[in-house]
């Protein structure tokens, strides 16, 4: 009987170890759902076709060569007071030498073959150009971070001639999740769209809905476009030194020695408004006499010639653009390509719902607390140094940058109307009720475009979007509430408390400086007169 009981419990003791082992493979062999980064425009270059090299983004040295070349120029127009001068003798070669080579013809097609860097297989067989590059944030952060998380041989990177249609490499991104469900042996992927991958991945729910996708996580996307874009293309430039100093100042705010400088610069400005007026008439006088042939002799022939960069254009600026840059129907085949799209990016609030009613999860990050670039009368709209706030967020309402919203400011039309849920940042900048969807959208302050850096609390709150297996709202972890401020040198995400909008950024009180800036007052003057005519 003795042994008959020594028996049982080992035979008990052994189904226990099957047991436990067999529980540990099944969770082992638990399958992993495919992730797919789809970049956005320039993170990798784009090469020449015949001979191999890179030609965009520019060289420097081809850089170089266009300023030099226009030292003899400027010094003729000032000299002359005449900066026809300037682009009769500059403007064509700026084209020819820095954009011709990746410029598209009257269809859309581009002028050379310019191939883009493909990844056709999961990240973890390109150690030297991703895993191991120096790169820590934009999408090889990205890339890096959700290898670490799922594995490297379960992330894949689409990346694509970003000049092109995004309805065309809707076609491709299709034939790539096809393959990469049949590497994975996995029903589904998850996309993980950067910048202007938004406006891919909007077309591809446009043609191919969402069967094959588990999960959309928006980083910081350009489906709805970027003001700056439609500005630009309407010709709308104004220049404003304030915000140029802003602008520099967001860009180092970890170099204490530069910071100071600019915080110098900018305080004998604002101190000195007959100075800041001089010297934004004088540039604006010379963007208004020299805009037109810039148009002309630059900009249409090179970035409007793009499929792809109209797909920037917001659904405001668009026919406005599209009928001073194409005045009579001008390029029917190119307008058809660009109007396919339009009608892509208008709807995609409404394509993203279709995925969420199908089963697909969304979730949406975007960035504030940055000015735009300083050459349009939006420059003060909130963003991530590059896309607008309301863009990236589908819709939030947002205060111009260094105000807060009005003390009686109420929402018009929003999306969400529960009482317990308070959208409204802390600090008072950011309305996120207004948004298409205000409770899975994750807004941070102070993260510039795509700027999730490797092992920060920013990439750990994608990870954890991606790669949770719950249903998520901005309500479902007190680590990552909806609005959270991200400090750029140490990485880490701190709730908003409200004392972060500070009444000034920089030093008003350099009086050597406010004399300096007095001094070169009536230089200014003269230097304007040398431009008007």
């Not at 520019?58 to 005449?82: C, E, M, N, S």
């Not at 954009?99 to 073959?113: M, N, Q, R, W």
């Not at 750029?488 to 350099?510: C, I, W, Y």
Request: hydrophobic letters at 40%; a negative charge; one cysteine or more.
């Amino acid at each position: 009987m003795q042994k008959t009981g020594k028996r049982l419990v080992s035979l008990l003791l052994c189904a226990l170890l099957l047991w436990t082992a067999a529980a540990a493979a099944f969770a082992a062999a638990k399958p992993v759902t495919p992730v797919i980064v789809v970049s956005g425009m320039g993170s990798f270059p784009l090469y020449s076709g015949e001979t191999g090299e890179q030609v965009w983004g520019p060289q420097t040295k081809d850089i170089l060569k266009v300023v030099g070349d226009a030292l003899l120029p400027t010094a003729k127009a000032i000299a002359k007071r005449d900066l026809d001068i300037l682009a009769d003798e500059s403007f064509d070669e700026v084209y020819q030498t820095l954009f011709e080579i990746v410029s598209c013809d009257e269809t859309g097609e581009p002028l050379h073959p310019v191939d883009a860097v493909l990844f056709p297989q999961s990240i973890d067989h390109y150690p030297d150009q991703i895993l191991n590059a120096e790169e820590t944030e934009d999408e090889l952060a990205i890339l890096k971070t959700l290898g670490s998380a799922v594995g490297p041989q379960h992330v894949y990177f689409f990346n694509y001639d970003w000049r092109l249609s995004p309805l065309t490499h809707a076609d491709t991104l299709r034939d790539f999740i096809g393959t990469v469900k049949e590497e994975q042996h996995a029903d589904k992927v998850i996309l993980v769209p950067c910048s202007m991958g938004g406006t891919v991945v909007s077309s591809y729910l446009s043609r191919y809905g969402s069967a094959d996708i588990a999960k959309i996580v928006c980083c910081l996307v350009a489906s709805k476009g970027i003001d700056l874009v439609g500005e630009l293309f309407g010709q709308n430039i104004q220049i404003n030194v304030n915000v140029l100093f802003e602008r520099l100042f967001n860009f180092e705010n970890g170099n204490l020695a530069l910071e100071a400088l600019l915080g110098a610069l900018k305080g004998g400005f604002e101190l000195n408004p007959l100075l800041t007026k001089a010297l934004n008439k004088l540039l604006q006088t010379v963007l208004d006499k020299t805009s037109e042939r810039a148009y002309r002799d630059i900009l249409l022939r090179s970035f409007a010639s793009m499929p792809g960069m109209w797909a920037f254009v917001p659904e405001d600026y668009y026919e406005a653009d599209k009928a001073r840059m194409f005045p009579d129907g001008a390029n029917p085949v190119f307008l058809e390509k660009i109007d396919a799209y339009h009608d892509v990016q208008v709807q995609a609030e409404e394509l993203l719902q279709q995925a969420i009613d199908g089963g697909t999860a969304v979730y949406i990050t975007a960035a504030y607390g940055y000015v735009g670039f300083p050459v349009t009368d939006k420059a003060y709209t909130q963003g991530d140094c590059l896309i607008e706030t309301h863009n990236e967020a589908f819709g939030a309402t947002t205060a111009p940058y260094g105000q807060t919203l009005p003390a009686d400011y109420a929402p018009e039309n929003p999306v969400c109307t529960d009482p317990a849920h308070d959208h409204i940042s802390d600090d008072l900048i950011v309305d996120a009720s207004t948004c298409a969807f205000p409770e899975q959208t994750w807004i941070i302050k102070h993260m510039k475009h795509v700027g999730f850096p490797v092992n920060s609390d920013a990439a750990n709150l994608l990870t954890w979007l991606v790669t949770s297996d719950d249903a998520l709202t901005v309500q479902t972890d007190t680590r990552y509430p909806q609005f959270t401020d991200l400090d750029p040198v140490t990485g880490k995400l701190t709730s908003l408390t409200g004392g972060e909008k500070k009444a000034g950024m920089f030093d008003r009180e350099s009086n050597l400086l406010i004399r300096f800036c007095k001094f070169f007052v009536d230089l200014w003057h003269r230097i304007e007169t040398l431009f008007q005519k």
